[in-house]
């Protein structure tokens, strides 16, 4: 079984900058962040390989997050930079142990509680 505990949400001005944090308990295979807003589908934001530490992300946040892991406190971390209203929603973080690493919530089977991102014009 694993845990994982989120944290770093709040709220922030457009152009603005927070960082998310996911501590896991065990061993994990692939980790990612999801992100939900109201009345919308969960969608992938980005997702790293544990031991190769490979990275995707979703167009949409391209060149403004960044996904990182810190292997002794077993957390993975996503820098959001240049935030954008649009980047409003509950962001969550995934963890698998086995087979695909994509960004589909499909491929992973243990999630976080959530932590909420608020961006404002």
């Known amino acids: 079984q694993v845990q994982l505990v989120e944290s770093g949400g709040g709220s922030v001005q457009a152009g603005g900058s927070l960082r998310l944090s996911c501590a896991a308990s065990?061993?994990?295979?692939?980790m990612a962040w999801f992100r939900q807003a109201p009345g919308k589908e969960r969608e992938g934001v980005a997702r790293?390989?544990?031991?190769?530490?490979?990275?995707n992300y979703a167009d949409s946040v391209k060149g403004r997050f960044t996904i990182s892991q810190d292997n002794l406190k077993n957390t993975i971390y996503l820098q959001m930079n240049s935030l954008k209203p649009e980047d409003t929603a509950m962001y969550y973080c995934?963890?698998?142990?086995?087979?695909?690493?994509?960004?589909?919530?499909?491929?992973?089977?243990?999630w976080g509680q959530g932590t909420q991102v608020t961006v404002s014009s």
């Open positions: 065990g061993y994990t295979y692939c």
């Open positions: 995934a963890a698998a142990r086995g087979g695909l690493c994509n960004l589909s919530s499909q491929a992973f089977g243990y």
């Open positions: 790293i390989y544990r031991v190769s530490r490979n990275t």
